[in-house]
């Protein structure tokens, strides 16, 4: 599993990286040479994509390694801080596009009536965005990465940026050229929004966000089907990037010896770490049947 998610981690980062190049240099080219400041702005917005597709994949590679001394239970969580350096980039070239669209807003003299030539450009980069920013996106969510993921959902902003970018092209060329600086702002913004969305998602991976009913009722019947072990409860959930460290209490008879309880319980850990990859720590407590008390306080 671990082989396979690195090698398809590594395939995500360098399709990402290889498109935005291609697009990065056809973007700014061929906006200075039609005159279109929203593709140029769009150019600057690919070229953050080669600098976040490389932070996204250092995070995943950091996150893969191997848990130590320092790092007990691995470094996953190195994944989602590479999401929120992507976040940092997002915001930077977001400012620097807003502000060159705002001065060509109070300076008109500095727009021009962009060629046809970058309506072109910008139908290519709808088309290529489209299938790159899916592709990296399915990978992300096929070995559970949020760095890659991150990445991928940064580069389908690029997606509404290209239809803008053509908008204004054509609406400009109907003799309203003021709209292409506005389209480079409105590019901006969009950048923002994605920048505030993959942070949030970031920020839920490093502060514990409670995990799916689904994940959680996962784990409760791969629990419950092991021999002996019943009604697993207090299933609590941290996720580090790409894999998830579990603790739970089930209900063992309570007239077992202390080697068969704990026999049990590490049966339970087992099938869970089996039955479940994204899992990649356990730790079960076994309760004697009948006994009930608030697992919030301690006992007397």
């Not at 319980?265 to 356990?282: A, D, G, Q, R, S």
């Amino acid at each position: 599993m671990d082989d396979f998610r690195s090698k398809a981690g590594k395939k995500a980062a360098t399709v990402a990286i290889v498109a935005n190049c291609f697009l990065t240099i056809f973007n700014i080219s061929i906006g200075i040479f039609s005159g279109s400041y929203a593709l140029v702005s769009e150019g600057a917005h690919t070229l953050s994509d080669v600098t976040t597709s490389i932070i996204a994949y250092i995070g995943f590679k950091i996150g893969q390694k191997p848990a130590d001394e320092e790092h007990p239970i691995g470094h996953g969580r190195a994944e989602a801080i590479g999401g929120l350096i992507i976040v940092l980039f997002l915001a930077m070239v977001a400012y620097e596009i807003m502000q060159g669209a705002f001065e060509r807003l109070l300076n008109p003299s500095l727009i021009t009536t962009p060629e046809a030539i970058a309506a072109i450009m910008a139908v290519f980069g709808i088309i290529i965005n489209l299938s790159v920013s899916e592709y990296i996106i399915r990978i992300g969510k096929e070995i559970h990465s949020p760095a890659i993921i991150a990445d991928g959902k940064h580069q389908k902003t690029d997606i509404f940026s290209s239809i803008a970018v053509l908008l204004s092209v054509i609406v400009s060329n109907m003799g309203y050229p003021i709209l292409d600086p506005i389209i480079g702002f409105v590019i901006g913004i969009l950048i923002l929004k994605t920048a505030y969305e993959v942070g949030k998602e970031n920020l839920n991976y490093i502060m514990g966000k409670v995990p799916s009913k689904e994940f959680v009722n996962q784990i409760r019947k791969v629990a419950n089907s092991t021999p002996r072990a019943q009604e697993a409860h207090n299933i609590k959930v941290d996720y580090l990037g790409s894999y998830a460290t579990v603790s739970l209490h089930i209900k063992v008879d309570g007239n077992l010896s202390l080697n068969e309880s704990h026999k049990i319980t590490h049966l339970v850990e087992n099938n869970i770490l089996k039955e479940i990859p994204e899992v990649k720590y356990v730790m079960v407590h076994a309760c004697p049947i009948g006994l009930e008390y608030n697992h919030d306080q301690e006992i007397d």
